[in-house]
């Protein structure tokens, strides 16, 4: 299993990493109370593979408890636990600027002013911050640099860091609430006007011939492989997580599945992570 706590500034990011590391497939707990993180661990290490990441965030806010955070890592190390730190940093100038825009109160409460509350958490994280194997300053971050940096380091070659749902469907049935981008491959000849074809559907072997054998459907997969091609390293340096790429046709039984699943099946070569759904494969016949 893969253990990670993070922690750092006040205002640095850390909600914003925990709902990336979410999106990566972290199972992630906020604010937990240093002496219960033993019992975590184990509840997580022994749960026989169920928690592939987990990732745990602790900060000042636990106030007075935050001072046993080193005493109950160490404990970890000694009872074998592996895990790593990522802290999430930036500069004093940035942190005041987030806090006035937020108006929120600072966990460290100085009669001296924000700085000061500022300058004694940085020094009770003093130690983490020598202790971290991973630090990412977001002083001049961009969200969407910040999601990129830790895909980075946590997904390294396991996979695209996106997941793409791609997704038939009928124009007659309505379009698909959850697209992000729509195709209509309703100007393709239509199987349903076959007599072999018309009760079979864009699974079958027959109507995949049919549909990908005209020069203008072999022309369009193409074109459209190389425009996802294009688009998904985009979507992924914007840190966008979820894509639903729907292909439509009349009925959604025969060319959008088709489509679909060729396109699905490419996608899929690229080592993206495909899910192919056909969602109204089912509903009546293709008119």
Same mark, same amino acid.
Request: net charge negative; with cysteine.
């Given at each position: 299993? @893969? ?6 500034? !006040?205002?640095?990011? %850390?909600? &914003?990493?925990?709902? #990336?590391?979410?999106?990566? *497939? $972290? ?12 019992? $975590?661990? =184990? ?6 593979? %169920?928690?592939? %990441?987990v ?7 636990? *106030? ?7 005493? =109950?890592?160490q ?6 636990y ?19 825009? !937020?108006?929120?109160?600072?966990? /460290?409460?100085? @009669? %001296?002013?924000?700085?000061?509350? #500022?300058? &004694?958490?940085?020094? @009770?994280?003093? /130690? ?19 999601? @990129?940096?830790?895909?980075?380091? $946590? ?6 860091? #996106?997941?793409?749902? /791609? ?10 609430? =959850?697209?992000?981008?729509?195709f ?8 349903f ?7 079979l559907? *864009? ?10 054998? $005209? ?8 074109k ?20 639903? #790429? !729907?292909? *439509? ?39």
């Amino acid at each position: 299993m @893969q253990l990670t706590f993070v922690t750092g500034l !006040s205002g640095s990011g %850390k909600t &914003q990493a925990a709902r #990336i590391l979410e999106d990566i *497939g $972290f199972f992630c707990i906020d604010n937990m109370p240093p002496a219960l993180i033993p019992k $975590f661990a =184990e509840m997580f290490f022994s749960a026989s593979g %169920k928690f592939e %990441k987990v990732a745990i965030v602790v900060d000042i806010r636990v *106030g007075d408890m935050f001072g046993r955070l080193l005493y =109950e890592l160490q404990c970890l190390k000694e009872k074998g636990y592996d895990y790593k730190f990522l802290f999430i940093d930036a500069d004093d100038e940035t942190l005041i600027k987030r806090y006035k825009e !937020s108006r929120r109160i600072h966990p /460290v409460d100085s @009669q %001296k002013g924000l700085l000061d509350s #500022i300058s &004694q958490e940085r020094k @009770q994280l003093e /130690v983490l911050y020598n202790e971290a194997d991973y630090i990412i300053d977001t002083s001049n971050m961009k969200l969407s640099e910040l999601s @990129q940096k830790i895909r980075e380091i $946590f997904l390294k070659d396991e996979d695209t860091g #996106i997941k793409v749902n /791609v997704m038939s469907f009928g124009f007659k049935y309505g379009m698909p609430l =959850e697209a992000d981008l729509v195709f209509d491959v309703r100007c393709f000849p239509n199987p349903f006007y076959v007599d072999d074809l018309k009760e079979l559907t *864009g699974n079958d072997k027959a109507v995949q011939d049919y549909v990908t054998g $005209f020069p203008e459907t072999q022309t369009f997969m193409k074109k459209l492989y190389e425009m996802m091609k294009f688009l998904l390293p985009l979507y992924i340096e914007e840190g966008k997580s979820n894509l639903t #790429i !729907s292909i *439509g046709c009349t009925g959604g039984k025969h060319r959008s599945v088709t489509m679909a699943n060729q396109l699905g099946n490419m996608l899929m070569q690229d080592n993206y992570d495909v899910i192919i759904n056909h969602r109204d494969i089912m509903k009546g016949r293709n008119v």
